[in-house]
């Protein structure tokens, strides 16, 4: 075959595959199955009238497409149906739609349906009253409210909504109320796909269960599975406590919850603040356990108690509720600090207690151990371990236990480097309106005290030791010392009294160590590395249904009749008026916890 005739060949195939390509894009609407055809004098442009027979409806097919009724009319000049009576329009096996009356124009490929309309897909039934499908880019749409009914998620109602039949989306906007047997979802707008069940929120939004509610204004939830991701001042409502955070974790069935970055869990029953930046919630065991910067807060009516940790856990019921904090855990309120390697708290007795930790302890002889301190106006005490027990009714101090190496130390008021102290092998105090005003070093006491006259005076140092000591205080100052079963005892000039022996063995001043505020609690912590949370991106208002390239199709479809209206241009829906997704959430006040919990907020800065 010569060059020249092989050219001419393909040509003549390329030209075909053209001429066959334009026929296809051209194709207009067959007539399948016309029932009783006839002319009608009532209706202009010449339309053919369609009736259907005892046998069969009418039937259209249309590039895939068939579209079933018990009457049409069209209008061959423009490619235009009108169908009326039980109309069906299906495409392929994965769209079915129904309903009283349908317009479908073969040019443009856009069907307007009214009345009672259901468009079924395998995942799911939408149905409306009015409803534009545009058969070139497989989109339904819906202006006058819509619901979804899908089997696992449940039913989805909006205003406004749009179904993307190549990727199995909806989207659904304003006033959008998803019900499901276990919990009701509201929210402005709802991007949901069938395939999978997964459902992304945007705008004010709650999810309100039998046991929780969850507000966001971003946020996704897995419908099959029941978990979910939120952000932009989310928040959950367990009961009687409420879990904030930048991000919020939730597991319906396993009734838990995580949060990221600036937390905060109340429990308005206990009158409780936990603040932190990771938080995990478990409703059923109505515990939590919280990290980062972790600080407890017990809201009391006159003087609030805050307790710092690397970790604090909660655990039990409200009637039996544990508080652990550790390590390096640290307490604060006005008139009492502490400090200790862990503190365990049993909120129904009203006990605290604070823990030396052995993993923490030296074996080197000389070492001082991390032994628990407590302060106390101007007393510091120490030992191996530290029970605080407080009246549960009055929120007040009633006594302390010290365990084991018992050490109570004041500075002396006057002199530079002299201190008062007592040391047994126990100490048991009582207090009185928060203050301590009795104390008793059982076993093996000794004491060093600074004794001065009414004046001030040094009068001289004394030095004892005795099976116990007992002692008063009144206004804060040591006012008498009882020895039982002393030993032995002098007082001696200051200048007698060498400097290597105005401390007790085992004598260890943490005066600096003392928190004086709250923010001092986090004063030797490292820096924080969060994590950045990104979440979903902001909202972006849906495109218009009808946008440039389905006006440039109804024009197109007008050219061929200029004298007669397009019908493919009528009834086509205007662009509606989307109002921005604003924040409603009203910033609720914390539980009032006197001038120091208006400084809770600055040390998670």
């Known amino acids: 075959m ?58 259209f097919i249309h590039k895939g497409a068939d579209l079933f009724c018990d009457k049409a009319v069209y209008y061959e000049d423009q490619d235009f149906i009108e169908a009326y009576s039980n109309v ?11 309903a009283k009356y349908l317009e479908y124009s073969g040019k443009t490929q856009l069907s307007i349906a009214r009345g009672d309309v259901v468009l079924t897909e395998p995942q799911s039934t939408l149905k409306t009253d009015t409803l534009y499908f545009d058969r070139v880019k497989q989109q339904a749409y819906y202006k006058s409210q819509g619901t979804v009914v899908r089997d696992s998620s449940g039913t989805i109602t909006s205003q406004i909504g749009r179904y993307y039949t190549n990727t199995s989306k909806y989207q659904f906007i304003q006033d959008v109320v ?134 604090l856990m909660v655990t039990g019921k409200p009637e039996n509720r544990i508080t652990r904090a550790y390590y390096n855990a640290r307490l604060y309120k006005s008139d009492l600090a502490g400090k200790s390697d862990s503190i ?20 080197d002889a000389f070492a001082v151990k991390r032994k628990p301190a407590l302060w106390n106006i101007g007393n510091q005490m120490t030992g191996d371990t530290i029970h605080l027990i407080s009246n549960v ?3 007040q101090l009633d006594s302390l236990k010290v365990f084991e190496n018992a050490f109570l130390v004041s500075k002396d008021t006057l002199s530079e480097d002299g201190f008062n102290q007592i040391k047994g092998q126990r100490l048991i105090g009582l207090f009185k309106d928060n203050e301590l005003y009795n104390v008793d070093v059982i076993k093996n006491a000794e004491t060093i005290r600074f004794l001065r006259n009414d004046e001030n005076e040094l009068i001289g140092i004394q030095k004892s030791k005795s099976g116990s000591i007992n002692v008063k205080i009144i206004d804060q100052i040591v006012d008498e010392v009882r020895f039982i079963n002393q030993i032995d005892g002098n007082i001696f000039p200051e200048d007698e009294f060498p400097n290597s022996a105005k401390k007790l063995r085992g004598f260890d001043w943490r005066g600096e160590e003392r928190p004086m505020s709250v923010e001092d609690l986090f004063k030797d912590d490292p820096p924080l590395d969060l994590p950045i949370i990104k979440g979903l991106e902001d909202y972006v208002p849906p ?63």
């Open 393 to 395: 009714k009055t929120e």
């Open 344 to 363: 365990h708290v049993d909120h129904k007795k009203g006990l605290t207690q604070m823990i030396n930790l052995s993993r923490f302890s030296s074996d």
């Open 178 to 311: 998803l019900v499901n047997p276990d919990y009701t979802l509201n929210t402005e707008r709802l991007d949901f796909f069938t395939e999978n069940g997964h459902a992304y929120l945007f705008g004010p939004s709650t999810i309100t269960g039998e046991t929780s509610k969850i507000y966001s204004e971003r946020g996704f939830y897995d419908t099959n599975n029941n978990i979910g991701h939120f952000q932009r001042n989310a928040k959950i409502d367990y009961d009687n406590r409420t879990v904030e955070g930048d991000s919020l974790f939730f597991d319906r069935n396993k009734n838990f919850a995580s949060a990221t970055n600036n937390i905060t869990v109340t429990d308005t029953l206990n009158n409780s603040i936990v603040k932190g930046h990771y938080a995990e919630v478990w409703r059923a065991k109505d515990s939590m356990y919280i990290t980062k910067r972790a600080l407890a807060i017990t809201v009391q009516e006159n003087d609030s108690v805050y307790m710092h940790a690397d970790t």
């Open 543 to 605: 495109e218009a249904f009808i946008d440039d390239d389905i006006t440039e199709r109804v024009e197109e479809a007008g050219k061929a009749t200029p004298n007669a209206p397009n019908k493919a241009a009528r009834n086509l829906p205007k662009k509606p008026s989307v109002a921005p997704l604003n924040s409603t959430l009203k910033k609720v006040e914390p539980i009032k916890a006197k001038p120091l919990q208006q400084k809770i907020g600055k040390e998670q800065d």
């Open 88 to 98: 069906n329009m299906k495409q392929g096996d994965t769209i079915n739609m129904v």
């Open 2 to 59: 010569s060059l020249k005739h092989f050219k001419n060949l393909f040509v003549l195939f390329c030209f075909s595959i053209v001429c066959f390509s334009n026929a296809q894009e051209k194709q207009t609407i067959t007539v399948k199955y016309s029932g009783n055809t006839s002319t009608d004098p009532n209706v202009k442009d010449g339309a053919l009238v369609f009736l259907r027979d005892k046998s069969k409806q009418v039937h």
